[in-house]
């Protein structure tokens, strides 16, 4: 299992640690909203980031996997603001 978005095993951590599948974009973390089990990151350019419990599809990931790891979110525009609930998640996307 892995916690925190990060391929390490870490059930908590009292300091703050890269998550590393952030690297690989050329763009800047912007905005953060965080749920009961699932996490969600707007970038500068609007791109939607999520990932942990897929039940529901709560991640918009197109299934109901688990996702433990941060992965980007197919819409037809570009995320404003996210809500992350306890079975639900939820993006305002501006349509180009």
Same mark, same amino acid.
């Given at each position: 299992?892995?916690?925190?978005? @990060?391929? &390490? *095993?870490?059930?908590?951590? *009292?300091?703050? $640690?890269? /998550? %590393? %599948?952030?690297?690989? /974009?050329? %763009? +800047?973390?912007?905005?953060?909203?965080? !749920?009961?089990?699932?996490?969600? #990151?707007?970038?500068?350019?609007?791109?939607? =980031? +999520?990932?942990? $419990?897929?039940?529901? !599809?709560?991640?918009?990931?197109?299934?109901? &996997?688990?996702?433990? /790891?941060?992965? *980007? #979110? %197919?819409?037809?525009?570009d995320? /404003? =603001?996210?809500?992350c609930?306890?079975?639900? @998640?939820?993006? #305002? #996307? *501006?349509?180009?």
């Amino acid at each position: 299992m892995v916690f925190l978005g @990060m391929v &390490q *095993k870490f059930p908590f951590s *009292k300091s703050p $640690r890269k /998550i %590393e %599948e952030f690297s690989c /974009i050329d %763009e +800047t973390a912007a905005r953060v909203f965080c !749920g009961t089990d699932s996490t969600a #990151v707007i970038t500068d350019s609007g791109t939607l =980031y +999520t990932w942990g $419990r897929g039940s529901f !599809g709560r991640l918009g990931l197109g299934s109901n &996997q688990d996702q433990w /790891i941060p992965k *980007k #979110v %197919e819409l037809p525009g570009d995320v /404003i =603001y996210v809500s992350c609930g306890v079975d639900h @998640m939820a993006a #305002v #996307v *501006k349509c180009s």
